[in-house]
Each structure stands twice: as C-alpha cells, then as structure tokens.
C-alpha cells in the first residue's frame, strides 16, 4: 500500500512539473538573419575546433623524464651497414689516412696551437665520460700535454739534455721546450691525438616518464626518433625496446660530419668570421673532430596526438616518446684531467719540502661529442569538466551573438528599428492592461449574450458544437471555395483549414475542460473529462470571459492593481465629487 502511495505521489508530481522558457520575436529581416547566422556558424566552428584541434577538454600535464644511458663498443655490427669501433680503427690502418693528419691542425691564438696531430688506438672505455644529468661525453681529441719540473738556482743550471728521457725519441715524438721562473725550470712537450672509431660507439637510452598526477608512469614507450624542427621518422623503436643508436647515426640525425671543417657542416651551420684561427689558420675554420661538438637529444612524451597541433586525429591514451636530434657547432671540453707520475720512494714529488713543484705531470684536455639528454612532452586524460566547460563557453558566445543581433535589430536599421524594439521591449503598463481586460471581457460578453438563444446565461454543448461548425466545418467555406477546382492550390489552401466532426468534437472538450473548476486537480491525477463526460456541461459567461481574455489578466488580478494603485480611493473621491460639486479637496 505504502509503495502504491509512493507511486501515486511521484505520478502526480511528474505531472506538476513545468517549465518556463523565454520568449522570443521572430524578425524577418534578411540582415539580421544573416549577421545572426554568420556569427553562429563562427562559433559553432570556433566549438569544433577547440574540442577537436585544441583539444580543450584534455587536461594537460607535463610529464617527469627519467634517463639511465651508457655507451659501448660492439664487435658486430647491430644494423645493416654499421661500422663498428675495430672496422673503423682499421679502416683508417688500411688506408693510411694517418700519414697525413695536417687537415686537423689548427692554430685557435698564441696559447692553443694544435700542430701536433696523431692518430691514437684507445680502447673504448677509454672514451666514454658518464654525465650527472643522464648524458654522455666521447672523446674525439685530446690535447695531450706531458711537463717535466725541475728546481734550479737559474736557466743556465737547468740540465741539459732534458733528464728522465723526455726526450727520448723511441718514447716519445713531441720535444720538450724549456721555460724558467722562480727557481723553476719547466720542460713541456704536447701533442694531439685523435682517437679513431668514435663513429661506431653504440649509444644507449632507458627512457622513461612519471607524472605528479600519477595518471601515468612507464618506461620504454613507443619511441620515434626525428630530426629537430622535423616530423618525418627516421627510426622507430617498438614499446619495450630501449633507443640504440651508434655515434655516426646521432651525426647524421644532428647534420654533423667530424671531418668536415665548421663552415661544411651538413646542417648548413654558418660560422662567424670570428670563429676563424690565428697565425696559419688565420682564415680557416677547425674540423669537428678538432673541437668537439654538441649533440641535443630531447625526448618528449605525448599521447592523444599531442606532438602535432596541426592534426584533428585523437589518438588514444597510450604514452608515446618522440625522440628530436639536433646538434650544435661549437667548441665542447671536459677541460684538464691532471695526473702525476711519481715513484712510491720520491716523496720530494710532485712537490719537495720547501714546497716547490718537482717532477712530472701530464695533461689530458678533452675535446668531444657532449650528448646532452633532455625531457619533456604533454600528457593529457580526458576531463569531464573541461569538456563541459568548453561546450558552456560556446553557448555564452551564441547568446552574445543574439544580443549582437538585438543592438543591431533596435538600432541600426533606420525606420523598422523602431518597429522591432516595440516588439522585443514590450512594454507592462498596469492601468492599459486592466482596459484591455475590460474590453475584451465587453466583447466576450457581447458575442456570448448574442449566442445564448435561448438566454439562460449558458451555452450549452450543442450549442458550442454549431459554433464550432460554424467556423471550421466544410460547410463554412462553401462561398470560399465554390467554383474552385479540387486541385487548385487555392482550394487545397482553404481546405488545410476545414476541421472534421471529430476534430471540432476534440475543440469542444478542449474547451470544456478548461472552464473545469477541478481542472488542476484532475490533471495531477490523470482523470481529465473526456468525450462521454462532457455531455450535459454547459460554459457560463465568467467562463466564456476567462477563455476569451489574456491569460496575463483575470478578475482577482485586476482587483490587486486597482488596490495597490489606489485606483479604487480614487474611484470613490470622484464620485464624491460628483455628490457634492462644492467640496475642495
């Protein structure tokens, strides 16, 4: 019983339920109909393109990188037409190339003068430098300088020939020029020696990412590696594949030739006179091999098609990596490496007891490849709200177009905007409405007094009927339409407007069930009169008056006005006036 209640109430509130709209005015006006559609179709496609190639509704992150690289040298080959570290080393035996090293000297200013280049068989660990921040240092040259202290009272006493074999031509090819000051005799000796078979290092990366919303986190995406400033893909590695990739093909990525002197870099890299030598190499630019280079690998994670700005397609959620190479021209170091070369019992080296340098060391000045590893990108999830808020925004602006249109309607139009503001302001006056009611209750009245015949003050429903006949039946448009053929558009028109029996018979019951006094609570019920139950009623003049006015207006309405407005003390002061003619107010 208790859920047939429940169902009942919920039934009758259901049928309670209404809802307000506003009203509008329909202009026909070509040029407000095109402003107003022109600025709709402006923004229903600004909608289109910020939900699809903005993609507004994605909230957007960008997302930690983390990377763990490392360097080898391989005996095989990892790809088709790889040369490895040993195939290039012996490469360059078998072609000689090291008989004639003078195309990498260079003379940079009185200080750095690199005129002592030689080929040099290091291994590949030898190379490799390991960076904090994931990246990596090869070597491709190295200023090798050897010095050789000894304490003396002046130049004169410095020995001669230089002591502990510097000199020693079956040691070494570089001989030692002498410098003395401050009771230091100082012999130095330098050479430049290029390591060969950088080219076939294998360069390795473990990308992975991680984000603060913990959304999303992984490693080894999908990875596609490109060209800087390009989006073609050169190599693709699978999900689950770590980036390997040699040294030549991170050249050829970054446009980069190490043979190839700076103003004959494949990136079309234009060096300033300034980049120029000194002395010999007054106008020549160094090679790459000479001073290193720097290699660029930014690796940027996407999803939903976020790489490209340009593109409409969605894509989905799953994480990519979109790997860019480029690479810069400019002289790149890890700067001295100092070692000492002391025996276990020569404890008065590399300095004696009075503090004076004593000894030997050696210099390794580092010149390379710096591969620099960087991370970025944009992660996005689907959000709901932003979505809606984006769906929210356009309609603000279709509603700023309609008030574009209304300005436009009520003012810029000349004559007819004074037309149209009637329209679209329409203006409440009280006492106007209140005459309005009034007349049009003297017309109800008298159309219904001219009705009821027989003048019981009701008009009964056969008599609703006949007037209903009167002006819907076939019948009424007789004179209309005789002599008109059937297949006249002007017949056809006529007769769009001719109401069947049944349908007249539906115009009465509507009519019937309006001057219903328990119409409300019919309705909330489901029990509104039907056909059979109509027979019999008949409509009174209050009635009649209150289907034939405004439903802005009634009789307990108009009373209200006329109180508030004190229309009714008005009413009996001059009707007062009028009894005594002689009274001042």
Not at 84 to 107: G, H, P, V
Request: proline share 3%; hydrophobic share 40%.
């Amino acid at each position: 019983m208790d859920a047939n209640k429940a169902m009942k109430t919920a039934v009758q509130t259901a049928r309670g339920l209404a809802y307000t709209t506003s009203k509008f005015t329909r202009i026909k006006d070509w040029r407000i109909a095109v402003l107003h559609i022109g600025l709709s179709v402006a923004i229903v496609i600004g909608l289109i393109f910020q939900l699809i190639g903005n993609k507004s509704f994605l909230l957007t992150e960008v997302p930690l990188g983390t990377v763990t690289s490392w360097s080898s040298a391989s005996d095989t080959a990892k790809y088709t037409g790889q040369k490895t570290f040993d195939a290039i080393q012996t490469e360059w035996s078998t072609n000689n190339k090291c008989s004639d090293m003078s195309a990498y000297k260079f003379e940079y200013d009185a200080d750095f003068n690199y005129n002592n280049p030689i080929c040099s068989y290091m291994s590949p660990d030898e190379l490799v430098k390991k960076k904090f921040d994931g990246g990596l240092h090869l070597a491709t040259h190295i200023h090798y300088r050897k010095t050789l202290r000894v304490p003396a009272a002046s130049k004169a006493a410095c020995p001669d020939p230089v002591p502990n074999n510097f000199n020693d031509t079956t040691a070494t090819s570089a001989q030692a020029k002498l410098t003395y000051s401050n009771g230091i005799c100082r012999y130095n000796a330098e050479q430049n020696l290029f390591p060969l078979g950088i080219e076939g290092m294998n360069f390795n990366i473990i990308p992975g990412y991680d984000t603060t919303s913990k959304n999303y986190a992984g490693v080894k995406p999908k990875t596609f590696v490109r060209r800087k400033g390009s989006d073609a893909d050169v190599y693709t590695f699978a999900a689950g594949q770590n980036i390997a990739l040699d040294v030549q093909q991170l050249m050829d990525l970054a446009g980069l030739d190490l043979d190839k002197t700076w103003d004959a870099q494949p990136n079309g890299y234009k060096p300033a006179d300034s980049e120029k030598g000194y002395g010999s190499s007054a106008n020549a630019y160094p090679t790459l091999r000479l001073t290193g280079a720097r290699i660029m690998i930014d690796i940027k994670y996407y999803n939903y098609e976020l790489d490209d700005p340009t593109t409409t397609e969605m894509g989905t959620d799953e994480v990519y990596a979109v790997v860019e190479v480029g690479g810069k021209v400019q002289w790149e170091s890890r700067g001295q490496a100092i070692t000492y070369r002391n025996k276990v019992d020569e404890w008065d080296s590399p300095f004696n007891k009075l503090g004076q340098p004593n000894g030997a060391f050696e210099d390794f000045y580092v010149y390379g490849i710096n591969i620099d590893v960087t991370s970025s990108g944009i992660v996005a999830k689907f959000d709901i709200m932003l979505f809606i808020n984006t769906v929210i925004a356009a309609l603000v602006l279709l509603g700023t177009a309609k008030s574009i249109c209304d300005v436009v309607a009520t003012n810029l139009l000349g004559v007819k905007s004074q037309l149209f503001s009637k329209f679209m302001r329409e203006e409440v006056d009280l006492e106007r409405e209140c005459a309005r009611f009034a007349v049009q209750a003297l017309v109800a009245t008298h159309f219904f007094k001219q009705k009821d015949v027989d003048g019981s003050g009701n008009l009964d429903l056969e008599e609703i009927v006949q007037m209903l006949h009167g002006a819907f039946s076939k019948e009424a448009f007789a004179v209309a339409t005789e002599g008109l053929d059937p297949e006249d558009p002007k017949y056809k028109k006529l007769m769009k407007s001719v109401l069947d029996d049944d349908e007249i018979s539906a115009l009465a019951l509507y009519l019937m069930r309006c001057v219903d006094p328990d119409r409300a609570k019919h309705k909330l019920e489901g029990t509104e009169l039907k056909i059979e139950d109509i027979a019999g009623k008949s409509v009174n003049l209050n009635d009649f008056i209150g289907i034939f006015t405004e439903d802005n207006m009634d009789i307990a309405t108009m009373r209200t006005i006329i109180t508030q407005t004190s229309l009714d003390e008005q009413v009996a002061a001059a009707e007062e006036r009028k009894e005594n003619p002689n009274t001042f107010v």
